[in-house]
């Protein structure tokens, strides 16, 4: 088998729901990103990449038609570029990233684009057809932005409460309280503020073209525990056991991010050095609304194929969903919390559902790049309940 590496990484600032993207085509963000990574290779001749994969959430709007091969026609790569979208909701990026590698591992590619988006904002409300024409009663609008939508009436109750929900349920099940998801939760504004203050993300940010918006916009530098802990709860009343706010969980967001996958030959193609060797590959399932618990073993299976354990890992992307299901996974993992996300996460950055894989994959490559340290985990729950997970190994040491 081959290896698959890390090349580069590229995202967009991540706009807050009705913000400033929300004016902005996902297929446009799609194709800004895709013409930003292979711009930044000035050697690499752009005929030569033999896939695009790209995930997406939703489906149901402006990127449906298989938003990749229109994001790769509206970037004006060669029409020879082959182009697919996998859904894997909230995981479809990373799973991107595992598609591509794998087939870079089988031989079948030397170079391969991996990445995601999705426009909250622009998420349609859809009308289900009726059985029968001319219905005389009234019909509603759905909302595809997130979450359940058209539930199968066979799909066990339990299964589809709401993503809020499940959190609560969550977290009632593995004892974590509101104050320690608020903590999490301002330790992440903290974290990410500083990171963009200090230029970290400077070298993984394409700006979108006509858009004023300079760093991720849902970044509260000014969010305190004592306002977290004013918010409201919003999926169960506080006086019943709520806990979840808008505060500890990650915002609807917009934005798109890529990678560049490739072998050993793609050094040559690219005139680019990897960053990091794409050294195991996990999945989970679990029950439905246990969803947020799913990384824990998608994590185990993907440090057990790469050969280590957590003892050997320094670093840790783990993508915010809500800060109570990312606490039970760290407690899960009993891994230092200090090593995780600490250039700040969803909560704060934003969590456009179909980029935020390949967000965490390219920050973790670079983290490892920067640090030094040699093994690290980028991981990500899914609804409907599951989850991946993928181990890199530094190689630009």
Known sequence: MNEAYVYDAVRTVFGRHGGALAGTRPDDLAAHVLKALVDRSTDLDPSRLDEVILGNANGAGEENRNVARMAVLLAQLPVEVPATTVNRLCGSSLDAVIIGSRQIATGEADLVIAGGVESMSRAPWVLPKTEKPYPATDLTLTSTSMGWRLVNPAMPRRWTVTLGEA??????????????????????????????????????????????LARDESIRPDTTLDRLAALVTVFRPAANGGTVTAGNASPL????????????????????????????????????????????????????RAGIGWDDVSAV????????QSLACLDAWHIDPEIVNTHGGAIAIGHPLGASGTRIVGTLARRLQRSGGRWGVAAICVGVGQGLAVVLENVTQ
């Open 167 to 212: 959190t609560e349920l969550l977290r009632e099940r593995h004892g974590i309280s509101r104050e320690r998801q608020d903590a999490f939760a301002q330790r992440s504004h903290r974290l990410a503020h500083q990171a963009w203050q200090s230029g970290w993300y400077d070298d993984l940010i394409v700006e979108v073209p006509g858009v004023e």
């Open 253 to 304: 967001s917009d934005g798109a991010s890529a990678v560049l996958l490739g072998s050993e030959e793609a050094a040559a193609l690219t005139g680019r050095s990897p960053l990091a060797r794409i050294a195991g590959r996990g999945a989970s399932a679990l029950e439905p609304d246990h969803f947020g618990y799913a990384p824990v073993e998608a994590a185990r299976i993907a440090l057990r």
């Open 317 to 324: 992307e783990l993508n915010e969903a809500f800060a109570a």
